[in-house]
């Protein structure tokens, strides 16, 4: 297909926005419509290849396959190779076997399942991939595999003309698929190709009904279509549930810069077509810069910023004139396919055959320095837990007589050591990780909501008909409950009430949560521990890369003012329920955020045992803090 300088343009436009966006860039917060961007462009080089030839009775579909693996899999390889070798240096033994399983997903492009398990795009835990990014080169691998096929067949057997009208059913049809499941199964909306192939197919449809513009019209459809795109990348967020109708804006505007085909001042700009012409290189290296510096904790530190966007470009180029401009068509299709099929196999291999021996030989990785991960199970106190049906931690901690209970997620268990420190006398520590103490709830995930009403049901049962008297002191990550711009797995929401959002929500929640609270508090002391503050990584592996890269310590934190920002509506149930229940509210921060700054870590020692965890050094923090319910006990 003869060379567009609009779609060149496009290019530039799409990477640029999804490099400021990761780089957390003001006001670039919905840069990922850059990847809707890429894939309308595919979608219309792909659908000119395959129905040119097919019109021209020369297409041939290894020669497809050969020439996409010639364009994706040769810079990929390098950066696997890269990061397999800088791992195999730097990285603890686990995060580099996780490390290894990202290259061998990425590779079989195959890592937007393996992420869509994981959680949301959006959720911090994924952030910490070295090969996030991948997903999207996997959806439109599969999107290759599959595209050419059901155009041929539907060429052979309807004709081009039946072909369109079936290709239009199919985009409206995932378009409506990606609508309803953005809102009931995001996760699964974001990541997979039934939910974006629309995307894909809008593309193909703007080559399959091609237009004949004015000059005028041209650039009206060229003013529009990038002003869809910019609104997009400067007014959405990840706050936003992505892709559903939302991501119609970028598409449509994509198709419309497309359609217009303008020789403008866009088109014909000599850094935009040279950032386009790097851009796939750039969408490879920039993103393992961003886990490097969210992980040093340097996210926020601009120099280290512009200096890593600045490497993104530069490693861009040098990937594009020493890889990707490197790789000619110098043999026939099955040789390319067998070509990079045995590069992908080989790289594979070593990638298994490494993490085997890292893990039955870890003194082979002569260069590794490991700072110690923290122990989660606390050394302070002893504890024996029974199983029960609801995967939760049921244990009794210490000996001697039950003084309190503990109750709540995992936030229970993890902080209960800042609880039994002060306390002569034995603890139960019911925790269900993933649960809020609600009784009227719903979530996305079904199988954790199942588990968490029976856990809930059963504890709450034993509160009313046993351990009367016994204080309770309840313990929640609600901020992960209450946040309903995420679309993570946790968020809840309550049956008849599903779409509710701001206020609303906010005073629901409460008025649920007041509920269960009341009724514990019939026959009890209650005492609320506000949420633990939350780290934007994990603390470990921050400190453990910053120390073997820079060679010093430093101390990771966030502000207060983003720790109560973030858990507003948690809070606010809080207060309301304290006040109705007559309960008790305890506040971690002033033990934890000392001037205005919530500790990760003090001195180069960690106080988490990942992001929201506390372990024993962080519950030490704690001291004094329990200490009006043990002198009542």
């Not at 609104?231 to 991501?247: H, K, M, R, T, V």
């Amino acid at each position: 297909m003869q060379f567009r300088k609009n779609i060149n343009s496009l290019r530039a436009l799409a990477v640029i926005s999804v490099v400021l966006f990761h780089f957390k860039i003001g006001g670039f917060g919905g840069g990922f419509a850059g990847v809707d961007i890429f894939f309308v462009i595919s979608g219309f080089l792909m659908t000119g290849i395959i129905v040119n030839g097919l019109h021209n009775q020369n297409f041939s579909l290894l020669g497809f396959y050969a020439s996409r693996a010639r364009r994706i899999i040769p810079a990929l390889l390098t950066l696997c190779a890269a990061l397999l070798i800088f791992g195999f240096v730097y990285f603890p033994l686990d995060d580099y076997r996780e490390l290894i399983r990202a290259i061998k997903s990425s590779l079989l492009f195959s890592s937007n399942f393996m992420f869509a398990k994981s959680g949301g795009y959006f959720d911090a835990p994924l952030h910490e991939n070295w090969l996030l990014h991948t997903w999207s080169l996997s959806l439109e691998w599969q999107f290759y595999m599959l595209y050419p096929v059901l155009l041929m067949t539907l060429y052979k057997l309807l004709g081009i003309h039946k072909t369109k009208t079936v290709l239009v059913l199919l985009a409206v049809g995932a378009l409506g698929a990606s609508v309803y499941l953005t809102k009931t199964n995001p996760v699964f909306a974001f990541y997979m190709l039934p939910t974006r192939s629309w995307e894909l197919i809008v593309g193909g449809l703007v080559f399959l009904f091609p237009m004949q513009l004015s000059k005028r019209a041209g650039s009206t459809f060229e003013g529009l279509g990038l002003s869809a795109i910019l609104l997009s990348i400067f007014c959405f967020s990840e706050q936003d549930l992505w892709p559903g109708y939302l991501a119609l804006l970028p598409v449509i505007g994509t198709a419309l810069v497309i359609i217009a085909n303008t020789q403008s001042a866009f088109s014909n700009n000599s850094a935009l077509q040279f950032s386009g012409t790097i851009s796939y290189s750039v969408y490879l290296w920039h993103w393992p810069l961003v886990v490097f510096l969210y992980t040093c904790g340097l996210l926020n530190s601009w120099p280290h910023v512009l200096a890593a966007i600045a490497l993104s470009f530069a490693l861009g180029a040098l990937s594009f004139y020493l890889i990707e401009s490197k790789t000619k068509k110098i043999t026939t299709p099955p040789r390319t396919i067998l070509k990079y099929a045995s590069f992908v196999v080989l790289m594979v291999g070593f990638a298994a055959v490494t993490s085997s021996v890292v893990k039955d030989h870890p003194g082979v990785r002569f260069a590794y320095v490991d700072l110690g991960q923290p122990e989660y199970t606390s050394s302070l106190f002893t504890q024996e837990c029974s199983t029960n049906p609801y995967d939760a931690a049921d244990c009794k901690l210490g000996s001697g007589d039950v003084s309190v209970i503990l109750f709540g997620d995992s936030h229970a268990q993890s902080t209960a050591a800042a609880v039994q420190v002060g306390n002569s006398q034995a603890a139960f520590s019911w925790a269900r990780g993933g649960c809020p103490t609600l009784q009227n709830f719903a979530m996305h995930d079904k199988d954790l909501e199942s588990k968490c009403q029976g856990f809930n049901n059963e504890k709450f049962l034993a509160l009313k008909n046993s351990h009367q008297g016994v204080p309770v002191v309840l313990f929640s990550r609600a901020a992960m409950y209450t946040d309903t711009s995420r679309g993570n797995s946790y968020r809840v929401y309550f049956p008849g009430k599903e779409h509710l959002t701001g206020q609303s929500f906010a005073d629901t929640y409460a008025a649920e949560y007041t509920k269960v609270v009341c009724a514990i508090a019939e026959n009890r002391p209650v005492y609320i521990v506000k949420p633990i503050p939350e780290m934007p990584f994990n603390i470990y592996k921050g400190l453990n890369l910053h120390k073997r890269i820079f060679q010093y310590s430093s101390d990771i934190t966030v502000s207060l003012q983003d720790y109560e920002r973030r858990n507003r509506v948690a809070n606010h149930a809080i207060e309301v329920a304290a006040k109705q229940c007559n309960a008790k509210v305890i506040d971690p921060t002033p033990y934890l955020c000392p001037n205005g700054q919530c500790m990760g870590s003090r001195d180069g020692v960690p106080l988490y045992y990942d992001d929201n965890h506390l372990v024993d050094a962080g519950n030490e923090q704690l001291k004094g803090l329990f200490n009006g319910i043990i002198e009542q006990i």
